[in-house]
């Protein structure tokens, strides 16, 4: 079953927010860091937090939020975190996921999706080609504020 997250799934969140950053090269797991973000996200209402639920536990998570395309005058959806607990992998709950969390964008007015993937995670660079995703041309760049 998938349903929207609760700020009472915070903390398993957390535990699948782990196993996802030990994959990427450009991000750590930091629990401040994630609670912050995840409760951050919980509370935008251009913004959704969904779960993979089996007999009561948590399997997995995606999160995605709205934001205004100007190239192509329309609302897109960015999505992150996409993550399924390693014993529950390969039994179509990612692609559920996928498809709920577009579902969620496309009635909020966004008529495409996009995601960064990490290009060193091949698994799943794969598993988004088997969805029909798109590599584009554009190369993703970022800078923090100094302090």
């Known amino acids: 079953m998938v349903r929207s997250a609760t700020i009472a799934d915070v903390f398993t969140l957390l535990l699948l927010l782990r196993q996802l950053f030990t994959l990427e090269e450009d ?3 930091c629990a401040t860091r994630q609670l912050k973000g995840l409760e951050l996200l919980l509370q935008q209402a251009n913004g ?5 639920e089996i ?9 995605g939020q ?3 395309s100007t190239a192509e005058g329309e609302m897109a ?6 993550v399924v607990a390693k014993p529950h992998q390969g039994k179509g709950i990612g692609p ?7 579902d969620w964008g496309r009635g909020c007015g966004a008529n495409r999706m996009q995601l960064l993937a990490d290009s060193a995670n ?6 988004y080609h088997r969805q029909q995703w798109k590599k584009t041309q554009l190369v993703c760049l970022r800078k923090y504020h100094k302090s």
């Open 122 to 127: 091949s698994q799943a660079v794969e598993f």
């Open 48 to 52: 959704e937090v969904l779960v993979a």
């Open 66 to 68: 709205l934001l205004v």
């Open 27 to 29: 991000f750590h797991f």
């Open 55 to 63: 007999d009561g536990k948590l399997v997995g998570m995606v999160s």
């Open 96 to 102: 559920e996921l996928l498809q709920k969390i577009g």
């Open 77 to 82: 959806l960015q999505i992150e975190d996409l």
